[in-house]
């Protein structure tokens, strides 16, 4: 009998497969015929994380950022312009559908998919006959998320790590492999108009730009990375400039959201509904547009549709929110207020959700201690009058009641462990489990709970430094001891603890979360692995089992579910889940290496040999499915392809994770030779 190989931290997923049902949304469709627009090409830019006061057209004089300052002179720039959320996938949504997140329900990132009943504005350029193309720096925004809907090229391929170092994939890749790829596509387009977005995540944390924007701005690196992807843009907009000519091209620039920079006692984005992390850049250049327009007036991201919709000629779908900003352009009034949400707090952290009214002189934000700012005499937001103008506090309370209605329920979508181990790393916990959460306002305000934010940013985040893992986990668990239901502090203090080697101290800690009402899938699968490491394989499979209940998408713990079937003997468990995970997704090369060792246990050498194949060519960097298809071959007496299976696999491996294997190969092609 061959030698199979198994995956070390094989964990076990099962359930009724009748549980995993997953729910198929259906679109409602309010799709019409319209005119043709003008054929314009349209480039959309949008910048992660950028706050409008750090560009030189925003009067920020410490940083060059030569090339959005000169389209901000050769068209228009706004002032005063907000996203209704500070967090990437939500705001992204409101500048394709022209509608609030309670509106297209993207209300997160990570756990919402964009199923907009409207076109997005890719549906309607695409069904206008151009051609359309994306390319995103960020797995926030993969088209598993539907941001993909209307463009015929969507490139969300994220760089892969060297073998040995990690599995899948980063979460983020630079402007300049972004940008190479799209003036690679406008390269290859023949003249007929198109659409282009265009997607730069760099001036997120964390802040690390390139040589030599990180020593020109040392001290500084968050504006090293505005200005890094100022200097990729200004290719692209050459790019563009070569390919189509200047006054048959509209080119809009938005910042999603921006970032805190410890303002409020918030260093990055997402918790509160400060003009920090809500104010964005938004410049447009184009037929129609006047040059060195500067518009003073509150704009929102979702008036970007009917803005470009108008400059094409032609007329906003019904049910958009957004409202056209030509007006702006003669100097008339348009929307004066925009309604504002983040949902983070809650989803992320078990604190309450903020909803909110923005107008040009006044935020009010409905929050368990509610607040108002004079938007115009304390522009820092450092004074809340919420006791000093009962009148416009009732007046905006209605407002934002008409905006968002009584207690709203809203229900997450489940991603899997690889999607969450990259939202993870850029501090999104979202999507690990279905869950409902009531938004009521009620809750701990996120302003009570500033220490636990500066201990989470200290002991997390790569931006605060390095400290050694054991100074982490006495900073979280200071936090802990004041939050004990939050549960990022139990993700990233479990992480801790395992990379400390410290199981017991892990298998604690998420006792006292399910104690504590935590109930997410990540947490049962983890304590899973920790069953599994003391050998009791009867626990593990019914944490495994938990975990697949709360999250029957993810195939990665489903994986592990029938691994751990394999592992106790339970052979037709096993070959249901493995089967359940390649429904899900048949291009999920672990689950072919599953299925093979199934087959391996059924004494079916060629079926196996058949799965082991499947998973090799799927995935080539899968060292597992490579060195069981090199036994299978040896087994059979195939000699010249097992030696290339065995080589491969040592080409690849990593001494750490596979030493005593390694060993075992190298003596099994020795007695080969």
Known sequence: MCHIFRRKHAALLVLTLASCQSSNHQTVSTRQDVPPLRPLNLLLVTIDTLRADRLGCYGYSKIETPNLDELAKEGALFENAVTP???????HASIFTGLYPNAHKVRDTGGFILHSPHQTLAEILQHQGRDTAAFVGSS?????????????????????????????????????????????????????????WVHVFDPHSPYYPPAPFREKYRGRLYDGEVAYTDQQLGRLFTAVAAKAPVGNTLIAVLSDHGESLAEHGEYTHGVFLYDSTLRIAFLLRGPGVPAGLRVEAQVRTIDLLPTLLELMGGKVPGGVQGTSLVPTFTGKPVASWSYLETLYPKINLGWAELRGIRTNLWKYIQVPKPELYDLVKDPGETTNVIGDHAAEVQRLKANLMAAAGAVEKVQTTMVDQRTMAQLKSLGYLGGSSGREYALTGEGIDPKDRLDVLKLLYRAVSPDAGTPPSSQRISILRRALAQDPANPSIYYHLGDLYRGAALPGEAMKLYQQAIRNGLGNAWLFSRLGYLYLQQGNKDEAVASFERAAQLNPSDTESLNDLAMAYLETGQLRDAERVFKWSLSTDDKYALAYNGMG??????????????????????????????????????????????RACFEGFLAKASPAEYGPVISKVKAELADMR
């Open 85 to 91: 959320t500070p967090l990437t996938a939500p705001s």
């Open 140 to 196: 926030v925004l993969k088209k598993q998320f539907g941001f993909n809907a209307g463009f015929a090229v969507y490139d969300d391929e994220m760089p892969k790590p060297d073998p040995g170092k990690m599995a899948g994939e980063y979460a983020e890749r630079r402007a300049g492999a972004v940008v190479d790829r799209a003036i690679s596509w406008l390269g290859s387009q023949s003249g007929k108009p198109f659409f282009l």
């Open 597 to 642: 060792l199934v087959f391996i246990q059924k004494q079916d050498m060629g079926e196996a040999r058949g799965y082991f194949e499947k998973a090799v060519q799927l995935d080539p960097d899968l060292l597992e499915a490579q060195l069981n298809l090199g036994r299978i071959y040896k087994t059979m007496g195939a000699t010249t392809r097992a």
